[in-house]
Structures are given as C-alpha cells and as structure tokens.
C-alpha cells in the first residue's frame, strides 16, 4: 500500500464519521467541506473536531491557511495535500 493510499483511506474514514452528523450532506460528493454542516457552516475551522481528528491522525498541525485549502478540496485532494505536509516535518 501506497503512503497517499494510506492516508486516503484514514482521512476517508474521519471524512465519513463527520459527514454522517449532518443529515443535509446525506449526498456524497467526497468534498471535505461535507465534514462541517453546511446550513451553518464555521465561522473558524480552528478546533473543530474534524480538524482535531486529523491532526491526531497524522501527528501534523494544520495552520490556518492549510485547515481553510483543505475545506475547499475534495478527498483526493485534500490526502496529497497531508502527503506533502507530512513529508515537510
């Protein structure tokens, strides 16, 4: 197994886990937005429990600028990113 194809299918599983809390993300189209409600999505993404679980996930701190770049990617996306961020520690 491939490094992104071990992160893919972590990040895949946390992205289900907080998907599933809000009925109005029923539809799965792996966007990572989903992980948040989207009729009251955060004012902050910093210290949500999605992003918290990430972090514990793959030992990283995400700033600011990573938490809001993956938001707005799609699972694919968003496991090269974790690759990269991974790999500059």
Do not use: G
Request: aromatic fraction near 10%.
């Amino acid at each position: 197994m491939t490094e992104y194809k071990r992160i893919y299918d972590i990040l895949s599983k946390i992205y289900d886990k907080h998907r599933s809390k809000y009925p109005e993300n029923a539809s799965d189209s792996e966007q990572m937005c989903l992980m948040w409600s989207t009729d009251d999505p955060p004012d902050v993404l910093e210290d949500t429990e999605p992003l918290q679980d990430i972090e514990e996930a793959f030992d990283i701190y995400l700033n600011d600028d990573d938490a809001y770049a993956l938001y707005d990617m799609d699972l694919a996306e968003a496991a090269k990113r974790l690759l990269e961020i991974q790999q500059e520690t």
